[in-house]
T-cell receptor
Framework: KQEVTQIPAALSVPEGENLVLNCSFT??????LQWFRQDPGKGLTSLLL?????REQTSGRLNASLDKSSGRSTLYIAASQPGDSATYLC???????????FGDGTTLTVKP | DGGITQSPKYLFRKEGQNVTLSCEQN?????MYWYRQDPGQGLRLIYYSQIVNDFQKGDIAEGYSVSREKKESFPLTVTSAQKNPTAFYLC????????????FGSGTQLSVL
């Protein structure tokens, strides 16, 4: 059974700092890995999707990498802003049934 | 605008009552999902459907039921058998069975009176 772990559970940084969020998974036979952002009381917004054949994806100040062999993905946020404060979740689809397993998320606070 | 609409935003359930959460999508997606989120935790899959008139149990299906009579709609009923229903419920959809990008609705917060 796929297990997804996100460390740290919470992170607080000053504005302008570059930071890395981590996601690890136990079953490396994945189709893709998706990073989401969730604001309090809201749904999930997709940030980046990395296909299993890709090593990384970039969108603006965000860069996500994928290393299937080690079961790890990282989300790099450059020049963090207070508006980046949210919970960030990663998810991987189950190869058999097409359902996704989610990590518990990392709650990021960017202080002005 | 294409997207997923969940309603209501807040819902209260009395003891012994069944309640239904609505999920509608106009993205023309085949697959739809229901997830439950408890405070400080990730999402857990309740039910999913890959095609109309077919659905499968997820990891925590006990106390819940679904139907998929139309491609656009995937309502979730929280039955009286679900003893701890207070949670944030999220509906999602994708073009195929989860191997493509997942899109989410804005969620329904269910509380017990």
């Amino acid at each position: 059974k796929q297990e997804v772990t996100q460390i740290p559970a919470a992170l607080s940084v000053p504005e302008g700092e570059n930071l890395v969020l981590n996601c690890s998974f136990t079953d490396s036979a994945i189709y893709n890995l998706q990073w989401f952002r969730q604001d309090p009381g809201k749904g999930l917004t997709s940030l980046l999707l990395i296909q299993s054949s890709q090593r990384e994806q970039t969108s603006g100040r965000l860069n996500a990498s994928l290393d299937k062999s080690s079961g790890r993905s990282t989300l790099y946020i450059a020049a963090s802003q207070p508006g980046d404060s949210a919970t960030y979740l990663c998810a991987v689809p189950n190869t058999n049934a097409g359902k996704s397993t989610f990590g518990d998320g990392t709650t990021l606070t960017v202080k002005p | 605008d294409g997207g997923i609409t969940q309603s209501p935003k807040y819902l209260f359930r009395k003891e012994g009552q069944n309640v239904t959460l609505s999920c509608e999508q106009n993205l023309n997606h085949d697959a739809m999902y229901w997830y439950r989120q408890d405070p400080g935790q990730g999402l857990r899959l309740i039910y999913y459907s890959q095609i109309v008139n077919d659905f499968q149990k997820g990891d925590i299906a006990e106390g819940y039921s679904v139907s998929r009579e139309k491609k656009e709609s995937f309502p979730l009923t929280v039955t009286s058998a679900q003893k701890n229903p207070t949670a944030f419920y999220l509906c999602a959809s994708s073009t195929r069975s989860g191997n493509e990008k997942l899109f989410f609705g804005s969620g329904t917060q269910l509380s017990v009176l």
